[in-house]
């Protein structure tokens, strides 16, 4: 047990110091615009259909528990803010971190686990590339960037899927519904969330590929990688998320 505990204490000064020179990475040259693009297009992009399909169906399943919910104390007409909220403030950010720790961490961890045990990183080094700069600084970056959009995409497909459920159960307007719904919104609902997202997107990129990087052992190795960065990273986006939502609430207070 004692050397369980020296290893998980030994395992978490690498991953800070590793998080720590991907983040100062991000501000030093050279920049690799190109392959930063890629991964974007690769992380972003490419995840903008499972987040959309997932914030349309959680839209749905929040906008049925609230008419069920509310309707006992007469208060239907409060669904739309409770929707918009409960995604907005909790729910949206939360869960874009979890599909994309698992669909771009079990991704990441996998591809530079794979370059790793085939010595193409290796290669890389021999050409006198920056390995470091070239797989991990722009993967993270990449994810730092794309956690924002992804969450505004699930935020604004929830609403949408909210709003079908409202107009075909309750018959209400889709103009009623935008309405109630972004007038119980403020600043301090939008602001923390964007932060909160890029600190998503900093855990996600910096284990991930801390895991890849660092993978050995062969296939199985790899395997090993793009399962633990998707257990990792969820475990430790809800430990963070405790985090920034009391530290959100005491931005609120202010």
């Not at 369980?4 to 983040?23: E, P, Y």
């Not at 972004?182 to 990129?205: E, R, W």
Request: net charge neutral.
């Amino acid at each position: 047990m004692f050397n369980g505990l020296l290893k998980l204490v030994g395992a978490t000064g690498d991953l800070g110091i590793f998080g720590a020179k991907a983040t100062r990475g991000l501000f030093r040259p050279p920049f690799e615009f190109e392959e930063l693009t890629r991964q974007i297009y690769e992380c972003g992009s490419k995840s903008v259909p499972l987040i959309a399909c997932a914030g349309l169906a959680l839209g749905v399943v929040m906008a049925m528990h609230s008419e069920a919910s509310m309707s006992r104390f007469g208060a239907k007409a409060l669904v739309p803010e409770a929707v918009s909220i409960g995604i907005f403030r909790v729910l949206g950010p939360l869960v874009t971190g979890l599909l994309v720790s698992g669909r771009v961490g079990a991704g990441i961890g996998a591809q530079l686990g794979g370059m790793r045990v085939t010595q193409q990183i290796d290669a890389l080094e021999a050409l006198a590339v920056d390995s470091f700069k070239y797989l991990v600084v722009t993967r993270v970056l990449a994810c730092i960037v794309a956690l924002p959009v992804l969450t505004l995409v699930m935020d604004f497909s929830a609403i949408a899927g909210g709003m079908l459920l409202d107009m075909v159960v309750s018959q209400v307007s889709p103009q009623l519904f935008l309405k109630d719904a972004f007038q119980a919104l403020s600043m301090n609902d939008y602001l923390p969330t964007v932060l909160k997202t890029t600190a998503f997107g900093l855990i996600i990129g910096t284990v991930s590929c801390f895991l890849g990087y660092n993978t050995s052992g062969g296939a199985t190795g790899v395997g090993q990688a793009s399962t633990r960065s998707v257990v990792f990273c969820s475990l430790l986006l809800i430990l963070i998320d405790i985090i920034l939502v009391k530290l959100s609430f005491f931005w609120s207070a202010q």
